[in-house]
């Protein structure tokens, strides 16, 4: 089934853009408002994890405002990127939670940076000697993003107007001074000496955000600079993506949360400026990313946190040390939601499962291990990187920077809450027809019928834990309308029954259209039996390497844990045919959520989900075992 385009929308069911939103005319699929969920489950615990440990803390937010009333980053550091991040990460989450002790921190926060403004315009933590160099535009990006994040949710409209003006302000300065050359300005591609201009050129999301929030036209045509400019000093990615003959590993720059965090920005300008030609180009590099460098977790970077052919290099031995970045992570989950809403393919939706239930569920630090003895609490709530063989969680905090008191964050600490604030909103989506349930959380979503009236659906499921999913709804009074309902790529044989009646069951979209009273019920099945994933059959490239198996159960990676006993992580196992046993991780008394003892020539050796294994940052794990 293909979902049909837009062509108007309750603005109530559009979160941050006006009813004269591009989106409304160029997607298939929408973010709703704001309180539309309530949900249990692993998700919402991670959720509410990072609220309580993070986000509520007024001391953190004090701490990063105060890199702007410094000139902290002097030394050329991203310190810059820690406030914004936050901020953005603390507005999805307020949108998904609704705790208003949340709100009050956030709004504190925002009124706590408004003074970090110079008399130039500027919110930088660069002295105007050092600007326009290192992360400093990056880190303008941030504070732009965090405020626009705040913007949508603002409850105040005297102070909205303050974020107006000093976003202005703030945008202002950096286009008097960043432009063509023939107007005396300078590249944007030269304001970085790393990665020949990526970071800086990522300003293009929020330049395009803020023209949708003012209608003013400077904003789209310094977008549409930036687009010119093609992102990078050597190439100009944009094109090399519309002519979709190469994959991003293969492109002059490969820093993969760089490119995607640009490539966003594309698809929003290309909505914005009705140039659909650059939104195939983001379309182009999204399809090529998930083909060629999308492993088994749902991150990419095998090599430190770059487009390296990960599909291959996942499974490949020879490379070591840190990878599959949380920030990467981050960055393809809300990536693909901008895709999945784009162009309806629920591939990208299948993508965003994969990513949430194994490498951004993982990175969560729910045991609290206190890696960075700096971290203002002692410890950071997220993980930095995801082992794929044979390594261990927490060797190492990602962009990893001391702050002006002597304490210590980084990167992937402060963009972690995006991930899981996110990753709630893009559960159940709006249609033009009705609704759309993109992952299974356990709980209840709302969604607009067409009438404009408010449909709830009661979803009970132990989901992906278990195959079965339980959907009542519960309406004022009987409507027609369409509940679309994702069947996962990786599932053969799902069934589905309408009040006990069995289904024809499509592959993608599911899409039931009916006159719908309370009480109706919706079944679904999806059969997840354990399976083997040969490395040599990953791609040709593939055939010669030492053989590995990684085994998954639906959307969840399967992984070994060296704190569960069994045949030593390093030494090939004998499997034959595959036999999984399934237990109960409660009475095995293990802190996971799935647990199997899989035979083998040498006795079973017991795997769990991927996103349990290593959480005490001891023990070794593996996604990917050898075998002989």
Same mark, same amino acid.
């Given at each position: 089934m293909t979902l049909q385009r837009k062509e108007q929308a309750?603005?109530?069911?559009v979160s941050g853009y006006s009813a004269f939103s591009p989106r409304l005319k160029t997607d298939r699929l929408f973010l709703q408002g704001e309180g539309m969920f309530r949900f249990t489950g692993a998700v919402d615990e991670a959720a509410r994890f990072v609220e309580e440990h993070q986000l509520l803390d007024p001391a953190? $937010?004090?701490? =990063? +405002?105060? *890199?702007?009333? *410094?000139? +902290? @980053?002097?030394?050329?550091? $991203?310190?810059?990127? =820690? $406030?914004?991040?936050?901020?953005?990460?603390?507005?999805?989450t307020y949108a998904y939670t609704q705790n208003q002790r949340l709100y009050q921190t956030l709004e504190a926060a925002l009124r706590e940076m408004l003074p970090a403004q110079d008399g130039k315009g500027r919110f930088s933590s660069y002295s105007v000697d050092q600007e326009f160099q290192g992360w400093d535009l990056w880190g303008r990006k941030y504070v732009l993003l965090g405020m626009e994040h705040f913007y949508d949710i603002c409850k105040d409209p005297d102070l909205k107007g303050e974020i107006l003006a000093a976003l202005g302000r703030h945008a202002g300065y950096i286009m008097e001074r960043i432009g063509p050359a023939v107007q005396g300005k300078k590249d944007i591609r030269e304001t970085s000496h790393y990665w020949e201009g990526l970071n800086s050129s990522s300003?293009? *999301?929020p330049f395009v955000r803020l023209y949708n929030m003012t209608g003013d036209g400077r904003y789209? &045509? =310094? +977008?549409? !600079?930036?687009?010119?400019q093609g992102g990078i000093l050597s190439a100009n990615i944009f094109r090399l993506a519309l002519e979709d003959r190469l994959d991003p590993w293969q492109y002059p720059v490969t820093k993969a949360y760089e490119m995607m965090s640009c490539f966003e920005g594309l698809l929003e300008y290309a909505r914005a400026a009705d140039q659909p030609q650059w939104a195939q180009a983001a379309v182009n590099f999204a399809r090529r990313v998930m083909r060629s460098d999308i492993t088994v977790i749902g991150s990419a970077g095998c090599t430190h946190e770059l487009f390296d052919h990960?599909?291959?290099r996942q499974a490949d031995p020879a490379f070591t040390g840190i990878m599959q970045e949380t920030c990467v992570t981050v960055t393809w989950l809300k990536l693909c939601g901008q895709m999945l809403c784009y162009t309806g393919d629920p591939a990208f939706g299948d993508q965003i499962e994969r990513s949430l239930y194994n490498a951004l569920l993982g990175a969560v630090n729910t045991q609290q291990v206190p890696v960075e003895p700096l971290a203002p609490r002692g410890w950071l709530p997220f993980d930095s990187y995801s082992p794929l063989r044979s390594g261990r969680r927490g060797e190492k905090v990602g962009g990893r920077m001391v702050l002006? @008191?002597?304490?210590? !964050?980084?990167c992937c600490a402060a963009i972690g809450s995006a991930g899981t604030g996110m990753a709630a909103l893009l559960s159940v989506l709006a249609t033009p027809q009705g609704g759309a349930v993109n992952l299974y959380l356990p709980g209840e979503a709302a969604i607009g019928t067409p009438q404009g009236r408010l449909a709830r659906l009661q979803i009970d499921t132990h989901y992906p834990q278990e195959e079965e999913v339980r959907i009542t709804m519960d309406l004022p009074q009987p409507e027609t309308f369409q509940l679309a309902l994702r069947i996962p790529g990786w599932c053969q044989g799902a069934r589905a029954f309408v009040n006990g009646q069995a289904q024809t069951v499509t592959e993608g979209w599911f899409c039931v259209?009916?006159?719908w009273q309370a009480g109706d019920r919706l079944e679904l099945v999806f059969p997840m039996p354990v399976e083997a994933m040969d490395s040599r059959r990953l791609c040709p490239e593939a055939a010669d390497m030492p053989r590995y198996v990684s085994l998954t159960r639906g959307p969840v990676a399967l992984a070994r844990d060296e704190a569960l006993g069994g045949p030593d992580l390093d030494q090939p196992l004998e499997l034959g045919e595959l036999r999984a046993r399934a237990i109960d991780p409660q009475k095995a008394g293990l802190r996971a959520?799935?647990? =199997? &003892?899989? *035979?083998? +020539?040498?006795?079973?050796?017991?795997?769990? @989900? !991927?996103?349990?294994?290593? %959480? &005490? !940052? %001891?023990s070794r794990i593996a996604a990917w075992v050898p075998v002989k």
């Open positions: 309750p603005e109530r069911l953190l $937010w004090t701490r =990063f +405002a105060g *890199e702007f009333q *410094e000139t +902290a @980053d002097d030394d050329l550091g $991203w310190r810059c990127e =820690f $406030w914004g991040k936050l901020m953005r990460g603390g507005a999805l300003l293009l *999301e789209l &045509d =310094f +977008a549409g !600079y930036i687009v010119e990960s599909r291959l002006s @008191d002597g304490t210590v !964050y980084g259209e009916r006159l959520l799935q647990g =199997f &003892d899989v *035979e083998t +020539a040498a006795g079973p050796a017991r795997f769990i @989900d !991927y996103a349990s294994a290593g %959480k &005490d !940052y %001891k």
